[in-house]
């Protein structure tokens, strides 16, 4: 089966279980409109699909993607900012009760920044996103012993969560609803390698397992 051909069949799955067997869940979504409760920040890799990954059901979810799960800083400009956009629909309009900034093991972005993969000789865009945490690799191998290739790419992968985090607490609209307790902030990351779910912990600023039944 082509890519494409693949495509058309899962789609016959997904109308005949949404349109068919569960049409109540699509009618209700489209008659009253979509009130997800949780909004992600996830990575745009294709073995990180947060519908998949947390088996969620339409309208559960709104989704960010981008390239290594970034959230730049709090930058009104005339430039063209999809992700901010993005956070400003889920929390403004929309009302989410829940950002997670979900990370994952393996990231491409984050590879490409630890071995300047993208220098601005060969990137048009890349290399300008990923700057957002180019101070990230210093940091992380400064902080400690030195690091193997693998050790340095998942603390890299982890502190780019945690300075995602903290770049959403610079945006007005979502510090306002968080101090007032009508939002809550998660950092979320996943080792696709062992199937391992973590859980940023703002305090100590380090990543705990999650329990999972």
């Known amino acids: 089966m082509d890519a494409i051909n693949k495509l058309v069949k899962g789609y016959a799955k997904f ?26 920040v996830a990575c745009s890799d294709s ?28 930058e009104p400009s005339k430039g063209h900012h999809g992700t901010s956009a993005a956070l400003e629909f889920a929390v403004e309009n929309l009302e989410v009760k829940h950002v997670i900034v979900l990370g994952h093991s393996l990231c491409g972005g984050i590879q490409a920044l630890i071995h300047n993969d993208h220098a601005e000789c060969d990137s048009h865009f890349i290399s300008q996103w990923m700057s ?22 998942k603390d890299c992968e982890m502190a780019a969560i945690g300075l995602s985090l903290d770049h959403l607490m610079q945006f007005p609209f979502v510090q306002e609803r968080v101090e007032a307790g009508a939002l ?9 390698i062992s199937g391992e779910l973590m859980n940023f912990d703002p305090e100590s600023r380090k990543f705990i397992t999650a329990k999972i039944a």
Not at 136 to 148: I, M
Request: aromatic share 10%; net charge negative; charged share 20%.
């Open 184 to 192: 809550k902030l998660h950092g979320w990351y996943i080792d696709i």
């Open 47 to 74: 073995r990180v699909d947060p519908a998949i990954v947390f088996q969620c059901d339409p309208g559960d979810l709104f989704t960010i993607r981008n390239v290594a799960n970034l959230v730049p800083p709090y």
């Open 132 to 153: 957002i945490m180019s101070d990230v690799p210093r940091k992380v191998l400064a902080s400690g012993p030195a690091h193997s290739t693998g050790d340095a790419a």
């Open 15 to 40: 109308r005949n279980k949404y349109f068919e067997e569960g049409k109540h869940i699509y009618s209700g979504l489209v008659e009253n409109g979509q009130f997800p409760e949780i909004a992600v």
